[in-house]
Each structure stands twice: as C-alpha cells, then as structure tokens.
C-alpha cells in the first residue's frame, strides 16, 4: 500500500525565512503528487501538483515543489515566507491516469510563521 | 459553481443520536471522499466513492455508514453516536485521469458529541 510520510510535525520560522518540507512517499508506480495548504479554520485546498513533466512545480502564492524519482520525494519550498503562511501543510500521492484507488496523505505538517 | 457543499456547518449530538452529514459537488466528478480530522492526526479517511453506485471502507470506518446517492451527492451517516466520533468532518471530490487527481474540499462539518 501506498504510504506519504512528511518528517516536520511542526516548523517555526521568522518572516523572511525559506522554507522547506519535507514529504518522502513509498509507490514505486507513477504517481500524482499535491501539496494542500489549510489555512486556520479553513478546509485544505490545493497549492500545487505534479503529474508529469517538468519536476520543478510552481504553485500559488510563491510556493513550489521538487519531484525527485530517485529519493521518491516531492518538497515544499518558499524563498521567503510570510506571517499570512501560517497553515498546516499536507502532502498528498495517487496513481497516475487512474480513476480508481484513493489519494493517500501525509499526517501534515503546521507551520507558525512568527512576525 | 459552488465547488463542494456540505451541510450542517455545526451540529451537537447526544450519545446514542443519529445524524446524516450530507454532501454535494457539482464539477462533475467521479470520485468523492469522506475523512474526518482531530488535532495532532492529520486527516484519515472513513468511506470513498470511486464512482456511482460503489463505496469503499478508509481506514477509520468504524461506526460510520455512507450513500452514494447519485454523481452529485455522497452522504455520511453515524447511526449511533459516541464521544469518540467528536471531530470536524470533510467532504472532498476528486477530478479525475492522468493529469487530474486533485481533490477539492467542503468547508467542513464541526460535530460535538456529549
């Protein structure tokens, strides 16, 4: 079965500081990966995936992914971030081109950005 | 386009009640979810539908029953239920095919059992 692991439970960073989460998954099939952000009392929704192509992905809000195949990661970076980025951060795997089977997600990761 | 529409926002069981969390989408989409989240355990799934007409247990489906009543809706059912059941409730779609996968989010169901 397929599993998402993400290693920070929680991160504290200061305005301005980059950003990197981590989010390793075990499938050794080709697979879509996301990255879901919930902002406070809010439901998840989606920041940026990757399905095929270029494996550097931009998403919103100055955010981007790296697809490595060999490490089977898929990281979360921002150069600078924002107090407005505090959120929980999920990563999330699913087959590729298939309309069956569930996505999987990783347990999630919060980030407190301190001002 | 409302996106994923879930009804009630709030709700306060006694021990033993029942209640149906009801569910739509109207993007079309074939796959729709049920997970629940508790502080400190990210999200875990109760019950999916990969399409029309069939469900599938999650890993927490204990206590919980689920309709797929047609495309749009998918509802959520606690027949009888427990303190244990206290959380905040998503309802998710999911686009499907090789680019899609993607899953888009209800705003929640915040449910309290005493």
């Known amino acids: 079965a397929q599993s998402v692991s993400q290693h920070n439970h929680h991160v504290i960073l200061s305005e301005a500081a980059s950003l990197e989460l981590g989010c390793n998954y075990s499938y050794g099939g080709t697979v879509n990966l996301f990255w879901y952000v919930q902002y406070p009392g809010q439901h998840l929704q989606l920041l940026l995936k990757y399905f095929s192509g270029d494996p550097l992905v931009k998403g919103i809000k100055g955010f981007e992914a790296e697809f490595i195949k060999s490490k089977f990661s898929f990281n979360l970076r921002k150069p600078s971030v924002q107090w407005s980025d505090t959120a929980e951060y999920f990563c999330?795997?699913?087959?590729?081109?298939?309309?069956?089977?569930?996505?999987?997600f990783g347990d999630g990761t919060t980030l407190t950005v301190k001002p | 386009n409302a996106g994923v529409t879930q009804t009630p926002k709030f709700q306060v069981l006694k021990t033993g009640q029942s209640m149906t969390l009801q569910c739509a989408q109207d993007?079309?989409?074939?796959?729709m979810y049920w997970y629940r989240q508790d502080p400190g355990m990210g999200l875990r799934l109760i019950y999916y539908s990969a399409s029309e007409g069939t469900t599938d247990k999650g890993e927490v489906p204990n206590g919980y029953n689920v309709s797929r009543l047609n495309k749009r809706e998918f509802s959520l059912r606690l027949e009888s239920a427990a303190p244990s059941q206290t959380s905040v409730y998503f309802c998710a779609s999911e686009k499907a095919g090789g680019a899609g996968g993607e899953q888009y989010f209800g705003p929640g169901t915040r449910l309290t059992v005493t």
């Open positions: 993007m079309n989409h074939n796959s």
């Open positions: 999330a795997v699913k087959l590729y081109n298939t309309n069956a089977g569930k996505s999987t």
